[in-house]
Structures are given as structure tokens and as C-alpha cells.
């Protein structure tokens, strides 16, 4: 094996009450592309800060280009090239292409006499950069008019604009379409090609085996094997992450579809929905496919209110139903966990508790003030139920790790005992091991009636767990497949407008 690139030798860190990281060896080599995996609180998070400068290890060696190294703070690491892309894009919406690129790197080079920047070889340089990827980005557009794909081409360009020797991709695929993840694959083998090497970090496991070298599995704190990724198996990856066989990461049992609870006659919204008609069942998952703007989300919204409809029917329990903003939603019994779980389904600063309780606050009210002891005790049972990973239910949800925010972004429209439950991707950046759980509370909870829209951009859990899957293309149903039915295939030539 060649000489490693970034060499991690007895990595600890602890936090108050928890240890992190114990003793973790891991090595990446030029040209590699190597793979990271472990549930939520594995300690992947803390090793890429560590890489990165974010933390500092209470013991351990760090060796980068064959030397010994440190990196007191992220800019020093950003400096040595390393460089990292999260899952959330750490962009200025309204500032332009160009100015992301260079921001809070206004290279001396670059510079002309005095405090001026020289524009013109920024612009220059970055269009070297942005053509050598072999995609286009207008340098002038402001960011927020970019999509989720070409957002993530910013982050690279100036990744690459920086010299990286080292880029550590965190869930990179979370945002995206498949097109555009087939997109990413080919630029990272091109990344590859020319020396850099890549950190991988994907709760899907098929990425792994489409794109890594060799794959690093973490479980609370230790490493627990290298390998190289053609030697091992997706099942083999599974046990060793959660140290157990998982006994079906889609348990979907067979139902017997009661009523309609919900029935959606002709909604039409602008050009973003046309006509979309159809009926959830008491007991059933219906699957939502598309690809990125073809309408699922803009339909969640118009049913929970959000951005209601123009036109069109709905129907709850066969009783007509006008939903003009969220609030009305829930009392309605329709529950809504949102796609963007930070912005949208926690108020971060609030302790997971204060989440856990957000939409059952005037049940738990007397005379207009919160009994906090009912309070705590709704929260520890889905802390309970859910297996929330918290040190405690006054701890704040910012504090808690993505799978486990969302697990409680779950538990609070459940404490609601919603009849409707909306899921936009539930288990986008949840570890396989909390992924299996919430596909068995969804099992479990359409098995008591509850009817689940869910929106999901995994095909496989669409196919999985969906008892019908609806096919929507430019704000449109173009069809519906049985369980029976479905495949992959049928579901993009739908998807893709073909059919």
C-alpha cells in the first residue's frame, strides 16, 4: 500500500461523560477514497473534527505528508489542505459564486498593491478550477439561485481552490437526485485520479461499494475494522456497525387496508401542482417517489397547511376539510416531519424535552402554564420508545446527533396521535441501525391504523416499506404501482416523465 497521506495513530477524546473516541487508528492514502461508517454517536463526527481542527485529541499522534502534525483550529487545517463538505452547505446564500469561493480566503497572491483584491485573476483562477471539474457554474449567479447539486460544486471548487490535499465528504449525497449523485460518484473518481484523497462519510451503504476503496467501520468510540470494500459485504458492514444482525431493515408486514382517512380530490397549486388525486387508507404506507422538483414536497405543504392550495378537495374521514396553515393541520390530526429537520422540525436551543412536547403544549397546559412533570414524563417515554441517545431530556436538541435529532422530530408529532403522517425523507442521515427502528414504528403504527404519506428519495425504502407508491413528474401523478409491482425501473421511466 502506498505511503499514507493522513496517518491517525491512538486517537482519544473525551467529553464530560462521554468518551468519544478511544484509541482509533485510521490512515488514508493519496488517490484513496476512504469510507467512514458507524450509527450516530459512533464518533465519526468527533474524528472529522479532530482532521479538521475543530477538536484537539487528548492523546494520540497525527502524522500528514510523513510528518507529525497538529491542527489547533480549522482555519490551520484549511491552510495544511484539509479541507471538509458537510451535509448542511456552509454557503452566503446571497453573496455570488466567486465571492463563496474566495470568502475568508482572499489569497495574498491575488492581491494587488495595498488592501485591493484582484478580481480579475480570482475570476480567472476559479474558472480554471471550475472547468478542470468539467461542469459549469456561472460565477456571477448568487448562491441561493443554485440547486443542492451545484451548491456542492461550490464547496468543491473551493475546496480544490485551496489546494486540498485532503477532502472529508459528510453525507454528500443527503440533498440529491440520483442523477446528480451519479454526478458526484464521477467527480470523485476524477478527484481520485489526480491524487486527492477523499474521506467518505454515507449512512447509505450502497455508496460505499460504488465508491470507496476500503471502508473504516466505528461503533461507540472504537474502530472495529478496515477493510478493503471488495472484501467485505453490505450484511458484514451491518453487524459490524451495530454488533448485531438487524433482523430486517424493512419490516413491512402485509395489511389489510381499512377506510379512507385521507382523500385528495384535484389539488392544484400554480404551475407546482396539477390536479394530484388520491387516497390514503387507514393502515397503509403510501410511498411518494420523484425526482427533485417534481412536486412531493410542495404537495406536503399544501396538505399541512404550509402553502395552501388554490384548488382542489381534501378530505379527512370522509369529511371536507380546509387546511390554511399548520396549526389548523394538527388539530385536524394531520402531522407533518419535515425534510429539513433543523430549520424546519426542532427549535434547537430547546431541550429535547421542550421538542418532544411542541405540538401537545395545550394538553399539557392547565390555566395557560406547562405541567412540567407531565412534560418530562411524554418525553422520557419516546426518549424510551424511540431509543433517543441523550444524556438527558434537558439536554439541548442542538447537542444531540442528526439521527437523533430526528428521532425526535418523530416522537413529537406522535405524542400528537395524528390519524395522517406525513414523512418527508424520516431516515435522510440516520445510521442503518435507527433507520431499521423508525421503519418499525412506521410498520407498527400503520398496523394500528395510522395512514403514513411517506416521501422518501431511497427507492429501496420506498420499495420497502410502502404498501402503494405513487409516481410524481413536473407536479403530476403519472402513475401508481402496487407493492407487488414496483420496481426500480418502473418507478424512474414514471419519475422521468418516459412513461
Known sequence: ???????LRGITKQFPGVLA?????????????HALVGENGAGKSTLIKIISGVHQPDAGRIDYLGAPATFPTPRAAADRGIAVIYQEVALFPDLSVLEN???????????????????????ARAQEVVASLGVELDLGAPVHRLSAAQQQLVEIARALLRDARVIIMDEPTGPLAQPDVERLFSLIRQLRSRGVGIVYISHRLEEIFAVADR????RD??????APVAHTSRDALIHDMVGRTLDALYPKTAVNAGTPVLEVDALGKDAALADVSFVLRRGEIVGLAGLVGSGRTTLAHALFGIDPPERGRVRLDGIDARVSHPGQARELGIAYIPEERQRQGLVLPFSVGENLSLAILRRLSRLGFVDHAREAAVARD??????????????????????????VVVGK????????????EPTRGVDV?????IHRLMSELAGRGLGILLISSELPELLGMSDRILVMHRGRITGELRRDEATQEKIMTLATGAA
Not at 109 to 117: H, I, M, N, S
Not at 215 to 218: A, E, I, R
Not at 413 to 424: F, H, T
Open 21 to 33: 473516541l478511544d484509541g482509533v487508528d485510521f490512515a488514508l492514502t493519496t488517490g484513496e477514497v
Open 433 to 437: 441501525g435507527a433507520k431499521a427502528e
Open 101 to 123: 469561493l474566495y470568502v475568508g480566503a482572499y489569497l495574498r497572491p491575488l492581491r494587488t498593491t495595498g488592501r485591493r483584491v484582484d478580481w480579475a485573476r480570482m475570476r
Open 382 to 407: 419516546f426518549v424510551r420508545r424511540l431509543d433517543i441517545r441523550t444524556p438527558g431530556i434537558n439536554v439541548p436538541a442542538a447537542a444531540l446527533s442528526g439521527g437523533n435529532q430526528q428521532k
Open 221 to 226: 468510540g472504537r474502530r472495529i475494522i478496515t
Open 1 to 7: 500500500m502506498a505511503e499514507p497521506l493522513l496517518q
Open 413 to 424: 408529532w406522535l405524542a400528537a396521535q395524528p390519524r395522517v403522517l406525513i414523512m418527508d
Open 215 to 218: 471502508v473504516t467501520v466505528l
